[in-house]
């Protein structure tokens, strides 16, 4: 091959910081995305070399792919812009990489594992926010209890989100709510349960949402029960149980397509300002059937500024041949302590 990494989607709002960081690191990725005024612009900016390259047609996705020894997607939604990328990286002998949050999604890229170690191709999907700090904390709960049967992570803090990050909840919109029970996963209603998590300043209501860890932590731990939970306002939880019958016109496609419009209008991201004062915390708990249990405790910066530090290293990792090839998570590809080689994370036992 080539050239090693090619960042896809690097224009939009966690890409452009995923592509800066990147540069600051030494690497020299080349850009890539649809719209090739808005690629052309940031390469010039970088100093990158860029491709226009959207996903229509699989033997060119995999002509391009097949340059490069492995692609970050930062593209959001991912249920677009993932299954053409894999799909291709997989034929073309290409390790891929993306910061996906989307269950369906990961289920999917978890399913050609087999494919992938055939090829000898890494999968390595979720090295952002959502799935980094939780899949870690997932890891490293279950090492302190390897008898677990239930895994329970909750976040509070998340009070910054991009257009792409907007857009990947409006797909989960028709899902409703989704846990994993005895191994699979279940769908459930908007805020079909709620508990009340102390993450360091006392108590707070949350509830259950149906966000990538119900995918990946089963991987990471071997759990077959878990749950995952966010802080929202209390009028937050009312709305979402008011809304259950409509769940299924989520799905349509031009109340998508609306909505879409709408968060590409309504939302920019947040300034560097913003981010440097926002903080998350997350709490994670396993039990065994025996009644044993552990706890802990994760505090990290914003998530961009962490999904900008953590999917570069997982890139560099995997451009260094550390990662194996095969459907992988973040906590099996680093191990649970990875999250804490990065500023400002830390954690903290409970039990």
Known sequence: MGDELLIYGSYGYAGALIARRAVDEGLSPTLAGRDAKRIEEQALELGCEHRAL???????????????????????????????????????GTDYLDIAGEIDVLEAIAERDRDAESADVTLLPGVGFDVVPTDCLAGYLETRLPSATRLTLAMDGLGTFSPGTIKAIIEELPRSGAIREDGAIRTVPAAWRTRQFDFGEGPKRAVTVPWGDVSTAYYATGIPNIEVYATVPELAIGLMRRTRPLAPAFGSKPFQWALKRAADAAFSGPTADERARSVTRIRGEVEDDDG???????????????????????????????VGAGFQTPATAFGPDFVLEFDGVEREDLD
């Open 54 to 92: 959207s996903l229509e047609h699989p033997e060119v996705i995999e002509r391009e792919v097949g340059a490069f020894d492995a692609v970050l997607n930062c593209a959001g939604p991912f249920s677009n812009t993932a299954e053409p990328l894999y799909s291709a990286c997989l034929r073309a």
């Open 292 to 322: 044993n249990w552990a706890a802990a405790r994760l505090l990290t910066p914003d998530t961009y500024d962490v999904t900008a530090h953590t999917a570069v290293e997982a890139a560099k990792r995997t451009l260094a041949g550390e």
